[in-house]
């Protein structure tokens, strides 16, 4: 896990130097800093990383702006840092592309357990059963291939692990709460919008329709269940 590389974007000095040394002492020794968009662009470009921290206040471009060129280049998880705290921001920043948003001031201790979180999911190894097939839905998790009605289609990291957690359980029921304790990993403390933002990114993907959902469906009042369509 030590040895994955991050970058960190922020155009406060003090955070950088603050985030870096922190990481340091827990063993992360790759780490790049950018304290511009343009920077951070370019990197992102020339390098390969396992996550990305991300102001969202920058000069010249937002963290919002860029985000979906990030996104387009890799599937690392992308962790917005930002003193921009209403359930808009945070709604605005999953769906530009993000897997996780912490809100300034911060401990930095806890960003460093989101980051080991999310990079000990990455590195578990694949179960026996590595290919889930229901209908014109495959998942391969030896690959991290998706294919819809035999097109390949691409997940963000955070909503590829939910829907390989559907496929590990389905017909079976889960409140928001549990689901973002299972797939997230850490404790739920009003993470709804988070979970309800990547249900809706999942549907996106995988459904015929959307806005009338078979596969993930809503059990008012519960939470949600992945129904198999077509399952033999």
């Known amino acids: 896990m030590q040895s994955a590389r991050l970058l960190i974007v922020d155009d406060e000095q003090a955070i950088l130097h603050m985030l870096t040394m922190i990481l340091n002492k827990e063993g992360f020794a790759a780490i790049d800093t950018a304290t511009t968009a343009e920077q951070a662009l370019s990197l992102c470009q020339s390098r390969e990383y396992d996550l990305i921290l991300l102001d969202v206040m920058l000069p010249n471009q937002s963290g919002f702006d860029i985000c979906p060129f990030i996104r387009a280049r890799t599937d690392a998880p992308i962790f917005f840092l930002?003193?921009?705290s209403s359930d808009l921001d945070k709604l605005s920043g999953f769906a530009v592309g993000a897997d996780d948003y912490i809100t300034k001031p911060f401990n930095p201790l806890e960003v460093v357990a989101r980051i080991k979180a999310h990079l000990r999911r990455q590195?578990?190894?694949?179960?026996?059963?590595?290919?889930?097939q229901f209908g014109t839905l495959a998942v391969n998790t030896n690959t991290g291939e998706v294919s819809v009605n035999q097109q390949l289609t691409e997940l963000p990291a955070q909503v590829y692990q939910l829907l390989v957690f559907f496929c590990q359980h389905p017909n079976q029921l889960f409140s928001k709460s549990q689901?973002?304790?299972?797939?997230?990993g850490e404790p739920c403390l009003n993470e709804d919008n988070t979970v309800m933002v990547h249900i809706r990114k999942l549907r996106e993907k995988i459904e015929d329709n959307p806005s009338q959902p078979q596969r993930i469906v809503t059990v008012r009042g519960l939470g949600y269940k992945f129904v198999p369509a077509g399952e033999a």
């Open 82 to 84: 930002t003193a921009r």
């Open 123 to 132: 590195t578990i190894k694949p179960a026996a059963k590595t290919i889930y």
């Open 179 to 184: 689901l973002y304790e299972q797939v997230w």
